[in-house]
């Protein structure tokens, strides 16, 4: 049996599982992946990659599929468009173009079936080794104001094991997500998980405690992974992977939730993307002024 042992240093890996067919998106996802779509002026991935970066994880590993070559184009150099820029002498369209370009140390390996969010998370396996790790997962943007990530990896490096995140969110909504049994801790924002499942029904479901798209693993989880059979859809399902944790310390340490409170950005779904849209185009300072006012006479006139 796997079993985990303390880290050396802080943790430095991010894994972003980005091999799904967004088909929720079609026809827009037809020829250009869903990570792509814009979030105002820059695609949802980046967003994500940014998140990382600025929790101190510099080593990005992206699980991608078939068509995704463009995730791989925009964090690389694109240097005829770069030199067209530099040669007209705009300088701010330049400097927006290279900031993807060094975020961070970015890796690529392929899934080849989508198998599910824990044979994603299982693809990473030689890339990670035997050092905790973060995975992300681009359908949920927070907000950087909110620092969730950072919070996760300070509880990890503290309190050893795993680290999720969770929303309390209504219970009749619970179906929708894997769902947490939880423990208090001393503190208010930790608590400690006794269990997990995969999208319970309402009258199941252990607590309203739903798990959001940030981890932070142990690298028992593999181990786990391994031995874990297609579950709900036919797919490998990382929470049956962490329940197992749950069952027993000694395998990969306790697993402990941080309760985000804080913003939160749903792009997976049309409605809460268009909404997530408008929600960061109304902050901005460049477009937030004409845009709320737009807004409030879109609203009173038109609606």
């Known amino acids: 049996m796997t079993q985990s042992f303390p880290s050396l240093g802080r943790i430095s890996k991010a894994v972003i599982p980005a091999a799904g067919l967004g088909t929720r998106f079609l026809p827009a996802t037809k020829a250009t992946p869903k990570e792509m779509l814009p979030v105002v002026d820059k695609p949802a991935i980046q967003y994500v990659v940014e998140e990382a970066v600025a929790a101190g994880l510099t080593d990005v590993l992206m699980i991608t599929g078939r068509n995704k070559r463009p995730l791989e184009d925009h964090f690389d150099r694109n240097y005829e468009l770069e030199e067209a820029l530099s040669r007209k002498g705009d300088d701010e369209r330049l400097s927006k173009v290279q900031e993807s370009n060094d975020l961070a140390t970015m890796h690529y390996v392929r899934q080849g079936a989508p198998r599910g969010l824990g044979h994603a998370v299982l693809c990473a396996a030689p890339h990670v080794g035997d050092q905790p790790f973060a ?36 219970p009749a909504q619970i179906h929708q997500y894997g769902c947490a049994a939880v423990e208090a801790t001393v503190d208010s924002d930790v608590v400690k998980v006794t269990g997990l499942v995969e999208k319970p029904e309402p009258h199941e479901a252990p607590s309203n405690y739903a798990i959001i798209g940030r981890y932070v693993l142990d690298p028992a989880v593999f181990g786990m992974l391994r031995e874990t059979e297609p579950g709900r ?12 944790l749950t069952t027993d310390e000694k395998i990969g340490g306790p697993v402990h939730g941080v309760v985000f409170k804080g913003r939160r950005y749903d792009t997976g779904d049309r409605g809460d993307y268009l909404r997530a849209i408008v929600r960061l185009a109304c902050e901005r300072e460049d477009l937030g002024p004409d845009f709320r006012a737009w807004l409030r006479r879109y609203v009173s006139e038109e609606m």
């Open 135 to 170: 995975v992300l997962l681009g359908d949920d943007l927070i907000d950087p104001r909110d620092p969730l990530l950072a919070r996760m990896v300070e509880v990890q490096e503290r309190e050893g094991g795993s680290v999720i995140a969770l929303m309390e969110v209504d």
């Open 233 to 244: 859809g036919g797919e490998i399902q990382l929470t049956d992977a962490l329940q197992k």
